[in-house]
């Protein structure tokens, strides 16, 4: 009897049977959780409260969003005792996931007021469930701060000064000693001096001031541009270790150009040295403004009218004069005008004279 192809078809067959993977363990389904948000901002300006957040792209264990989430939207007023209010929902609609996202909300005006406000995001799946609550955002409910009046702009040499009317008296619930106040301007670059020169200036920018002082300087502006600015009071506290901005709303935009109009100084210290017959050395103090271009000389005989010697300005505050035709005894006197590089020209310098041999 020959056993040993069936033996051998057996021992296949149990080899097969064994060689085969074990089946892991039965995943339990996805309840498809949008993930939490983390980043909840609040800002608000005047009596609106806009809130930001990123929208998640996965749920809870990883699979993607494909569809627009439910979001809920809710509200806590935090009294300054300790005890809290219920949250009150808000708002529900969808968001799209992996987006940027946005809520603007309205305090009533019949409002009673709170200490603050907390604001939490909750994702919601398919079936009204949640993996959690954002982290909470805060904002200051008190009375709307009143923004500046009567700005006004002026474009000065050392850049352009900013003027408005002080808040006179705070209201007592923003003012504290765990507050500061401040105003925050805002400067748009409408016209550039040059379109080659657009890409290398700040075009839109926001400039602190401390309190609430009734002016300001802007340094910053660059000459022969148009800016707009407009104001806004905020101030600035904490609650449960995180920074709260309160902004008043803005300013109406004004305008100002910063034509330059303003003149170098007048040049000092020129002094004249003779060379020889027909050769005078001149020298003299230079200017420091950033935008100087340089210097003209001028020079005139006894009785008769200034004569421009350079045709354009030089740029070192030192020049050397050769006179064509000179004259033994003859009278001469020099002065200089510096210009800057909008054309610019200063009240000529004190005259410097001598008499050739």
Known sequence: MQRTPIIAALAAILLAATGCGQPGLPMPPSLNLPAPVKDLTAQRTGDTITLRWSMPKETTDKQPLKNPVPVEIWLQQIPSTTSK?????????????GAPAEFTYTLPADRILHHVDAFTVRLLNANSRTAGDSNPAYVLDMPAIAPPTALTAVYTRTG??????????????????????????????????????????????????????????????????????????????????????????ST??????????????????????????????????????????????????DNSADVKVTAAP?????????IAAPQSGQHLCWSIVAVDTTGNQSQPSAPECLSLP
Do not use: C
Request: hydrophobic letters at 35%; glycine letters at 2%; charged letters at 15%.
């Open 85 to 97: 209010s219920p949250a009150q929902r808000i708002e529900a609609r969808p968001y799209i996931p």
């Open 314 to 322: 030089v740029t070192t505050p030192d020049y050397r004069d050769a």
């Open 252 to 301: 109406n935009a004004i305008t100002v150009s910063t034509k330059d109009t303003f003149p170098p100084a007048q040049p000092t210290g020129l002094a004249a040295v003779l060379l020889n017959a027909s050769t005078i050395d001149l020298s003299w103090n230079p200017n420091t403004e950033p935008d100087l271009a340089g210097y003209l000389v001028y020079r005139h005989a």
């Open 160 to 249: 352009v000064r900013l003027n408005w009317s002080q808040q006179v008296v705070w209201p007592s619930q923003i003012v504290s000693d765990a507050m500061d106040y401040s105003i925050l301007v805002h400067r748009i670059l409408t016209t550039p001096p040059t379109q080659k020169q657009k890409s290398a200036l700040v075009l839109d920018t926001y400039l602190n001031v401390s309190g609430d002082p009734g002016v300001a300087l802007d340094p910053t502006a660059v000459p022969n541009a148009e800016y707009t600015y407009s104001l806004q009071r905020t101030t600035h506290s904490t609650y449960a270790a995180v920074k709260i901005e309160t902004l008043s709303v």
